[in-house]
């Protein structure tokens, strides 16, 4: 309400008999509780929505009434809720710059044509500000929708919903059960440059699917679809339908159908795809299966299933909470939070109207923003890895749009609207002030700095106890836990082919020696030689007597005796040099830590202090230093408990059956703590490595620098 009810320039206009157009019609719709009123622009496509207070007025303009008249009687009606003349004449210049009333007594075509022109000129601007997504209109298909639709319409009833509920359920369990192929064809077949043939292929023929389903469900509850065509986004062709129209439909739940054709039927055709890719062998229809299920599902969900981005999600969650033009409305909300809170600026319009609705405009403003930069983000990104010139442009452009742009319209507002003149003070303190504050930390205070890696408790190489003999183990002479010195027997083998074998060894020796002693007195030269072969079966002894002996597995430390599997151990065979457990010593206990190569250089070249953690117990703090580093990096994990699987960072390359191999390069430290650890073997650890202060500016800098030389290689 204005603070005046009358107004000085309501003479010029109170006279006029206005009168809505014949070409448009109104709907009435209900949002939140409350009834809003559509006005569909049938020459233009376009759509206006009203407030029922609006409407009062708008219902009375049959070109018999005067606008003075239908003030009045609109006051009456409303009672205290009356509209002020400044508005009366508000809404007229808005329904006339909309198109919605006659100029005249007769329907000013040429004043038509014009606007309509000048619409055009609007919306192809619009695309120049947005190089990412631009529209190419091409052809009319409504005819052929209203000829085919008698065909298509046995597709669209409740028994055909069924049948996609079923079928995207069952592929949906199926696809759970058989992820991990799903993946593994994902990094082997996908990546293939041979396959990008292929979803060229399949691509537009998904999306052309997908775009006919929104206009068939346009056509199903009475509505026209007028324009086809082409939109760059990312300047790769996707087909479109001007599926306006369903925005007169009265019913939510229609609205809701037209938005989500598209993804029900992708989803549909995705979930065929799964059946044929599980029925066949693999070829070519295996692969185009495959494909078929990537574009059309995971690409569906990830984008037009998405109500972050401006696609069909986005209109399915504006009708679902009952909010219409929920992006452009969240953002306007946040300005004026902004402006009243932040610069206290009262009498504002508020634009929530119903309880609820400013938790969902504020929560979606905020959500959509950052992701609107990490999206574009990406996309640049991607443009500048295959063209890096045009990724640039881009990049300049987004950061004209989304930054410059928007800055430069803040300040034009501080510093000509009027409202502004007795908060510029406030302006200074609330906003521009703690904007200089952020700005003087980030580039040059010093913060402090570390980096956190993960690591595992390592024992030396001489602490593992392999079996010295092949054998079957017989006899455990120490249980598994205990302290034992140098030299404690711990395991008893038994391999009855090496007893056979020194006693056999052993005859073969006495029996030399009796044909030694034997020739010494009849022949000096054969006595020789039955010594030398004497000699040979001594030397076969020894070796045999201790192989014997190595049956018995002794410590060759002082420290806790470990097995790896002492409950199951008795009885099972073992080559020799297998592994069986180890001797700890908590004194001789280290972690080897992994580093990743975003992070080698600081610590490499910037470690002023480091921390350990073991998880078994973060609240202990321990000291440490780095030993030494292990030469070169590799994608090799030391210990499968740094992996995903083990509740590590690293997750494991797919491709990789025999070790545990990660998809970069990491780069390994021996840190001693310098008190003893009483951890269990390759336990996991968090090692905090501590940095001189710097300010986050040259962090940023760093990971800007990283990203540079990864995508780009400079």
Not at 455 to 465: A, H, M, Q, Y
Request: net charge neutral; with cysteine; glycine share 6%.
């Amino acid at each position: 309400m204005s603070e005046s009810l009358f107004s000085r320039s309501w003479y010029r206009v109170a006279p006029l008999k206005p009168r809505l157009r014949s070409h448009v019609q109104m709907y009435k719709h209900m949002y939140r509780g409350e009834d809003w009123y559509v006005i569909q622009d049938r020459f233009t496509g376009r759509h206006h929505r009203f407030s029922a207070e609006a409407y009062q007025i708008i219902g009375f303009m049959d070109g018999e009434r005067t606008l003075g008249a239908i003030w009045d009687q609109a006051c009456k009606n409303m009672g205290d809720h009356m509209p002020t003349q400044d508005e009366v004449i508000g809404l007229l210049a808005q329904l006339y710059r909309s198109d919605l009333l006659h100029s005249s007594a007769l329907a000013n075509i040429a004043d038509l044509e014009q606007r309509k022109t000048s619409g055009k000129r609007k919306r192809l601007l619009a695309s120049v500000r947005s190089p990412m997504s631009m529209r190419l209109p091409l052809l009319d298909p409504d005819r052929f929708l209203s000829k085919s639709m008698s065909i298509v319409r046995h597709f669209m009833g409740v028994p055909a919903l069924l049948v996609w509920i079923f079928t995207v359920f069952i592929a949906s369990v199926l696809a759970v059960m058989h992820w991990p192929d799903l993946a593994n064809n994902f990094t082997d077949q996908v990546l293939a440059l041979e396959n990008i043939f292929l979803v060229t292929l399949i691509y537009p023929v998904i999306k052309v699917l997908h775009e006919f389903g929104h206009a068939y469900m346009v056509k199903k509850w009475g509505g026209e679809v007028h324009e086809m065509g082409v939109i760059f986004l990312v300047f790769m062709p996707i087909p479109y339908v001007e599926a306006s129209s369903s925005l007169a439909f009265e019913e939510k739940y229609k609205r809701m159908f037209v938005g989500a054709a598209g993804i029900l039927i992708e989803l549909f055709i995705a979930s065929i795809a799964l059946f044929v890719w599980l029925s066949v062998e693999p070829g070519p229809i295996r692969m185009a299966a495959f494909n078929i299920m990537l574009i059309a599902g995971v690409s569906t969900l990830l984008f037009n299933g998405n109500p972050l981005l401006r696609f069909d999600a986005y209109y399915v969650l504006a009708d679902f909470l009952e909010i219409p033009n929920l992006g452009q409305k969240s953002s306007r909300y946040l300005g004026y939070l902004c402006q009243r809170y932040l610069l206290g600026i009262r009498g504002l319009d508020p634009l929530t109207t119903t309880v609820g609705e400013s938790f969902w405009l504020f929560a979606y403003g905020i959500v959509s923003f950052f992701y609107r930069i990490f999206i574009s983000f990406r996309i640049i990104l991607f443009v500048a890895g295959k063209f890096f010139f045009v990724g640039l442009v881009l990049a300049l452009w987004a950061a004209v749009g989304m930054i410059v742009m928007p800055i430069s319209k803040m300040v034009v507002f501080a510093v000509k609207n009027h409202k502004m003149k007795s908060k510029r003070l406030r302006l200074f303190l609330v906003i521009i002030l703690p904007i200089l504050l952020f700005l003087g930390t980030v580039l040059f205070y010093p913060l402090p700095s570390y980096t956190v890696c993960e690591g595992v408790t390592w024992l030396p190489d001489e602490s593992s106890l392999h079996a010295t003999s092949s054998g079957f183990v017989k006899e455990i002479l120490v249980d598994s836990g205990a302290w034992v010195t140098a030299g404690t027997p711990l395991i008893r083998f038994s391999n009855d082919e090496l007893v056979m074998q020194k006693r056999l060894i052993k005859a073969k020796r006495d029996e030399f020696l009796a044909k030694y002693d034997l020739s010494r007195q009849r022949d000096i030269n054969e006595a020789m030689l039955f010594k030398e072969a004497l000699i040979q079966v001594e030397a076969e002894l020894v070796e045999a007597r201790q192989r014997v002996d190595e049956l018995i597995l002794s410590a060759s430390d002082d420290g806790f005796f470990i097995l790896e599997q002492s409950e199951d151990i008795r009885g099972r065979y073992y080559r020799r040099g297998a592994n069986l457990g180890y001797i700890l010593d908590p004194e001789k206990l280290y972690l080897r830590v992994v580093v990743p190569q975003a992070d080698i250089e600081n610590v490499r070249s910037d470690t002023v202090d480091i921390e350990v953690r073991l998880a078994g117990d973060l609240n202990a703090v321990s000291p440490a230093e780095v030993v030494r580093e292990i030469p070169a990096g590799s994608r090799e994990l030391p210990s499968l408990a740094l992996s995903t699987l083990g509740g590590g960072p690293f997750g494991l390359d797919p491709r990789e059956k025999q070790r545990p191999m990660v998809l970069e390069n990491l780069f390994q430290f021996e840190v001693h703590v310098d008190q003893p650890l009483q951890a269990h073997v390759q336990e996991r650890a968090y090692v905090r490595f501590e940095h001189s202060p710097e300010p986050i500016s040259r962090r940023w800098y760093r990971s800007f620098r990283r990203l540079l030389l990864s995508h780009f290689g400079f």
